[in-house]
C-alpha cells in the first residue's frame, strides 16, 4: 500500500508509458556505445558549463574541459557584457589558447585579449584575430577568416550553457515545461559557493542512476541516521512524492522529515546543536514565493527537488532554501568526473557559517558512499554474467535515462550517410 | 601566544585544527586515532553547545584572527563528529579508495 499516491495507471512507470521489463545495461560497458554517445549526446546537446558568477565583470573567462565532447571551450563575457563561447584553440597550428601550467587542467581569469603562448597570436574577446606576429611572411593570409571557431552559448537563470550543433534549438525552448516551471528561483542571491570534484570509475550513466532514485537511501547510508530512526527508514522504505518527465529531462520530487526533525532523538547531537544536516539549515533564509514548478505535489512534507536536465546536469533545490548541481563528465566509457557544487546564501555571522559547513560536509560523507558503489556496479555489469536488470518503480527515472541514450544513439546512426558497401571484383 | 578568542582558552591545546580548508581538515581526520578524534571532540563539543550566542555575534565581515580561528576549530569539530558520533572510525564506512575533494570554498 503506496504512503503518497501513484497516478491513476498504478505506477510512475506506466503512467509515463515506459516498458516494465528488465533493463539491459549493454549502454554502460561499451567502448563503441561511449564513442557514439559523444556524437550523438555531447556534441547535440545543452550543456551548462557553469554560472555566470564565474564571468563577474567584461573580460572574465574560463575555461571547461569537455573531453566527451571531444573539445575545450573557452567562456567569456566579452566587452559589451556578453556571453560567449569558443574552441579553445588557436587557429595557427591547434595550440590550445589558454591554459596555465597544465594545458589538460581548467583555468580562469581576467583579460583584455587572448595570446597564443606558441606564436603570440592575440584575438579580442569577440573572437576576431587581430595580431599575427611576422605577419608578412605568410601568404596572402587575411586575419578576418581567422578568428575563434564560435560555439553556440546561452544562458537560462544565470546558467551558462554551450552546444555544438549549429542547429540546435533554443536553450530556453530545450529546458522545456520542467526547466519553465523553476525560473524565477533566486539562483542569483546564492553566492556562496562550495564545489567538489571526483574521479569515478563508472560510467556516467550509473551515477546519475544513483542520484536519481533514494530506493538505496535507507539501505547504504543506514548508519547515517540514528539507529532507531534508521530502523524506522528501511521498515518504511522509499517512495517519491512526485515524478515527472519533459522530453529528455526528468524530475523527483521527495520529502524531508529532518529539516527540521519531528522529534530531536532522531538526529546526531552536532545535528541538534547546529540545527542542521544534509537537507542544510533547519532555518533557511526567507525567499518569498517558490516557483510553482516545485514540490509538485504540494506535499507539506516536501524536502527536495532533483532535475536532470539531459544529459548531465542535475539541480537539486532543498526546502531550506539552497541548491545544489551535480556534474557527469565522460573521461570514457567506464570513468567520468564527477563535479558538484553547493550554494547558499552568503551566511550573516559564524554559527551560520557552521551551520552550512555541516550540510557541506554531510553531503561528502553520503557521496564517498554513493561513489565507492559505483566502482562495484561498472566491474561486475562488466563481467557480462547477468544482462537484464529489473528496476522499479522508484527507479523509472533511471529507465527513463537509458531510454533516452539510446534514442539519440539511434537517431544520430539513423543521420549518418550508409556506409559504402564494398562489393568484390572476384566471382 | 593565544590563537582563540580569551573565553576559548581550554581548547588551546586542539589550535592544530585551526584549518581554513576543508581538505585539510578531512586529511587530519583520517590522520588521527580514534582517541585523537574523541579527546578533540570531548573537549569542544561542550563549548559549541554554550556558545550559539557567542558565534551568532560573530559578523564574517572584517571577523578577528581569533575568530577566525575559532571557526575553523569548530569546522574541524563538524568534520570530526561523523567518526565520534555515528562511525566510530576515522573513515566513512563502505568509502574504499572513493574521494571527494573540495576545489573551492569560501574563507569563511
Redesign the interface.
Given at each position: 500500500m503506496p504512503h503518497f499516491t501513484k497516478p491513476t495507471e498504478g505506477s510512475w512507470t506506466e503512467h509515463f508509458g515506459l516498458a516494465t521489463e528488465p533493463v539491459s545495461y549493454d549502454d554502460s560497458i561499451s567502448p563503441e556505445f561511449y564513442e557514439l554517445e559523444r556524437d550523438a549526446i555531447f556534441r547535440r546537446t545543452w550543456l551548462n558549463v557553469g554560472r555566470v558568477e564565474q564571468l563577474p565583470r567584461n573580460g572574465s573567462y574560463f575555461t571547461k574541459e569537455l573531453d566527451a565532447a571531444r573539445t575545450s571551450v573557452l567562456v567569456v563575457r566579452d566587452m559589451k557584457g556578453r556571453v560567449r563561447a569558443f574552441h579553445n584553440m588557436c587557429r595557427h597550428r591547434g595550440n590550445k589558447l589558454v591554459w596555465d601550467d597544465y594545458p589538460r587542467e581548467e583555468t580562469s581569469g581576467v583579460c583584455r585579449q587572448f595570446t597564443c603562448k606558441y606564436h603570440g597570436w592575440r584575438y579580442d574577446l569577440e573572437g576576431s584575430l587581430t595580431f599575427v606576429q611576422q605577419e608578412g611572411e605568410f601568404f596572402d593570409l587575411d586575419k578576418a577568416d581567422f578568428g575563434l571557431v564560435p560555439v553556440t552559448a546561452d544562458v537560462w537563470e544565470g546558467f551558462v550553457f554551450v552546444n555544438f550543433d549549429p542547429h540546435a534549438q533554443p536553450l530556453r525552448e530545450y529546458m522545456g515545461r520542467l526547466g519553465a516551471g523553476i525560473e524565477g528561483y533566486p539562483f542569483h542571491l546564492m553566492t556562496?559557493?562550495?564545489?567538489?570534484?571526483?574521479e569515478?570509475g563508472s560510467n556516467w550513466k550509473l551515477f546519475i542512476d544513483a542520484f536519481m532514485e533514494f530506493y538505496h537511501a535507507p539501505v547504504?547510508h543506514a548508519?547515517?541516521a540514528t539507529e532507531e530512526e534508521s530502523r524506522k527508514l528501511r521498515a518504511f522504505g522509499y517512495e517519491a512524492l512526485a515524478y515527472d518527465i519533459d522530453g529528455p529531462h526528468a524530475m523527483v520530487s521527495s520529502w524531508g522529515g529532518m529539516s527540521p526533525p519531528k522529534d530531536l532523538s532522531m538526529v546526531?547531537?552536532?545535528e541538534r546543536?547546529?540545527r542542521s544536516g544534509l537537507f542544510g539549515k533547519w532555518d533557511g533564509p526567507d525567499i518569498g514565493e517558490l516557483p510553482a514548478g516545485l514540490n509538485p505535489a504540494r506535499h507539506p512534507a516536501w524536502g527536495t527537488d532533483s532535475f536532470l536536465f539531459f544529459p548531465n546536469f542535475m539541480l537539486l533545490i532543498w526546502k531550506p532554501n539552497w541548491y545544489l548541481t551535480y556534474h557527469y563528465w565522460p573521461t570514457s566509457y567506464n570513468t567520468h568526473i564527477?563535479?558538484?557544487s553547493l550554494y547558499f546564501a552568503?551566511?550573516?555571522?559564524?554559527?551560520?557559517?557552521?551551520q552550512e559547513?555541516?550540510a557541506?560536509?554531510t553531503f561528502?560523507?553520503y557521496?564517498?558512499?554513493d561513489?565507492?558503489?559505483l566502482?562495484a556496479t561498472q566491474t561486475m555489469l562488466e563481467s557480462g554474467a547477468v544482462t537484464a536488470f529489473p528496476l522499479c518503480d522508484q527507479e523509472v527515472m533511471l529507465r527513463h535515462l537509458h531510454k533516452v541514450c539510446r534514442e539519440h544513439v539511434a537517431d544520430h546512426q539513423a543521420r549518418q550517410p550508409a556506409t559504402p558497401v564494398r562489393i568484390s571484383a572476384a566471382s | 601566544m593565544a590563537r582563540l578568542p580569551a573565553a576559548f582558552a581550554e581548547l588551546e591545546p586542539f589550535t592544530d585544527w585551526c584549518l581554513p580548508s576543508?581538505y585539510d581538515r578531512?586529511a587530519k581526520r583520517i590522520d588521527s586515532s580514534m582517541d585523537e578524534l574523541q579527546a578533540f571532540y570531548d573537549a569542544a563539543?561542550p563549548r559549541?553547545?554554550e556558545s550559539?550566542e557567542y558565534?551568532?555575534?560573530?559578523?564574517?565581515d572584517g571577523?578577528s584572527d581569533e575568530?577566525r580561528n575559532?571557526?575553523w576549530l569548530?569546522?574541524s569539530?563538524?568534520?570530526v563528529?561523523?567518526p565520534v558520533?555515528?562511525?566510530r572510525q576515522p573513515r566513512?564506512?563502505?568509502?574504499?579508495?572513493?574521494?571527494?575533494?573540495?576545489?573551492?570554498?569560501?574563507t569563511?
Open positions: 556562496q559557493k562550495h564545489t567538489y570534484r571526483a569515478v547504504l548508519k547515517q546526531k547531537p552536532m546543536v547546529l564527477f563535479e558538484t552568503p551566511p550573516a555571522n559564524a554559527y551560520e557559517r557552521l559547513e555541516l557541506v560536509v561528502k560523507e557521496g564517498l558512499q561513489g565507492n558503489t566502482e | 576543508e578531512f563539543f559549541l553547545q550559539e558565534l551568532k555575534g560573530v559578523a564574517l571577523i575568530d575559532l571557526l569548530f569546522s569539530l563538524v568534520t563528529s561523523f558520533e555515528v562511525w566513512v564506512p563502505d568509502s574504499g579508495a572513493s574521494s571527494i575533494d573540495v576545489v573551492s570554498a569560501p569563511p
